[in-house]
């Protein structure tokens, strides 16, 4: 059940993601979750306020811990832009990733992408790397160690 719930969550953030680098030229950080119901909610910080990518990613992870301690989230995911090293070659990418977590699986998710001379963004495969838990753990609820953070 865990992969099918990380798919759900990777199904939904990617093409959020594909969306706004084409429009704006970059992946604004955004958090992504499903509940227990099977419905995935959109987490991003408001319009217009004031920050870093890392300041709105600590926020974003916050409310990711926040659900994750009351039991809502199945799985969640978070979404930034990254410079990536492929597997097979080790070549440096840039990336759209998503750290992908439900309480028996957590993994990163790499959509390697380039823009062409026409301006174009061209999308490779995607690959997957090993992550840390952050939000949830085996049990579904909030590591002790997130309390203190």
Do not use: C, W
């Not at 865990?2 to 953030?13: P, T």
């Amino acid at each position: 059940m865990s992969r099918e719930s990380l798919e759900a969550v990777l199904n939904a953030l990617i093409p959020f993601a594909k969306v706004e680098l084409e429009r704006m030229g970059y992946v604004p950080p955004v958090a992504g979750s499903l509940d227990a119901a099977g419905e995935i909610e959109l987490h991003m910080p408001r319009t217009g306020e004031a920050g870093s990518t890392d300041e709105f990613l600590d926020l974003l992870r916050t409310a990711l811990r926040h659900g994750a301690s009351s039991g809502a989230y199945r799985a969640t995911g978070l979404l930034m832009e990254v410079r990536a090293e492929r597997p097979t070659s080790g070549e440096e990418v840039d990336a759209i990733a998503v750290h992908l977590e439900a309480p028996e699986e957590s993994l990163m998710a790499f959509l390697p992408y380039r823009t062409n001379e026409e301006g174009d963004v061209e999308y490779d495969e995607v690959f997957f790397g090993p992550a840390e838990p952050d939000a949830l753990r085996r049990n579904g609820t909030l590591r002790s160690q997130d309390l203190s953070s």
